[in-house]
């Protein structure tokens, strides 16, 4: 039995896991690659030896990612997925019976081909004719797209530093915003609300300047720093928050009362982004 310890960026402790396997180890042209097997959470995914997902939970953070912005419009049709190589997100957003088009932007191929030999279960969606790859840099795709034509976009990044950091910009929102339709809308995850809340309170802001709306959800992930997750999201129009369609598909998490639970109170959101919480530990962004 062997034990690795995590280097998640900006976090003032490690979380050591047992190691029982060995299962792959590779380099890509952006990052270290492991999948391990753990007694407790079977397989993991790591990415420059940070947790990406693990078999037991990777529905937390799957569901909760995709669905909410997902059930908070009437009818979604065109989803862009940017990150997640591992699939779970894609797999999640076409549970969604509208769905007629998802475009999984992943600028690591190697990703991709890890999970879908070593999670299978997770990656499942990515053969789905509605699912079209393309392995490329997700803030150069959304570029391309023409105006109003996407009802929502989601990222599923590694942590806000290195080549992942073009996808939290000014610029990257702003092009987003011109893509997305009257009633669209735009998610990511902003990291811990415990450890990062300055790095929660900077993608807040710069939202702001992009969409009329923004709000902040979070969900517990055991296998995240801190565990407890945010993602923020900005809306053309629609306030997040409301459940727009009949809760109907299959989910081992999320429902329409986990959506409107998971939304953090108006006062506390208020006080959050006001900075007058007096907690919080230094964030990703400089």
């Known amino acids: 039995m062997i034990k690795f310890y995590e280097n998640a960026p900006y976090v003032p402790m490690q979380t050591g896991y047992d190691v029982e396997n060995i299962l792959y180890k590779g380099k890509s042209r952006f990052q270290d690659i492991m999948v391990v097997e753990n007694s407790d959470f079977g397989k993991m995914l790591l990415l420059d030896n940070v947790v990406q997902l693990t078999e037991a939970d990777e529905f937390f953070y799957h569901e909760m990612l995709a669905h909410v912005v997902l059930h908070a419009q009437p009818n979604p049709k065109k989803v862009v997925v940017i990150g997640g190589g591992d699939g779970g997100v894609v797999r999640e957003a076409l549970k969604h019976k509208s769905i007629e088009k998802v ?38 795709f959304v570029k391309m797209l023409p105006a109003k034509d996407i009802d929502a976009i989601i990222v599923d990044s590694t942590d806000i530093i290195g080549f992942a950091r073009t996808l939290y910009t000014k610029e990257f929102f702003a092009a987003v915003r011109n893509c997305l339709k009257d009633t669209g809308m735009f998610v990511t995850h902003s990291e811990s609300i415990i450890f990062h809340r300055d790095t929660v309170v900077k993608v807040q802001n710069i939202l702001s300047r992009a969409f009329p709306v923004v709000d902040l959800y979070t969900a517990a992930i055991a296998t995240y720093p801190g565990y407890w997750w945010s993602f923020s999201i900005g809306s053309v129009s629609l306030d997040p928050r409301e459940v727009r369609q009949p809760f109907s598909i299959e989910t081992k998490l999320y429902d329409d009362e986990m959506h409107k639970n998971a939304f953090l109170p108006r006062k506390f959101y208020k006080k959050l982004v006001e900075g007058k919480l007096g907690w919080g530990i230094r964030g990703i962004f400089e």
Request: charge should be negative; proline fraction near 5%.
């Open 103 to 140: 475009w999984f932007i992943e600028i690591d191929e190697e990703v991709i081909k890890v999970s879908e030999k070593f999670f299978p279960q997770v990656a499942s969606g990515n053969k789905d004719p509605r699912v079209e790859i393309k392995c490329m840099d997700g803030a150069e």
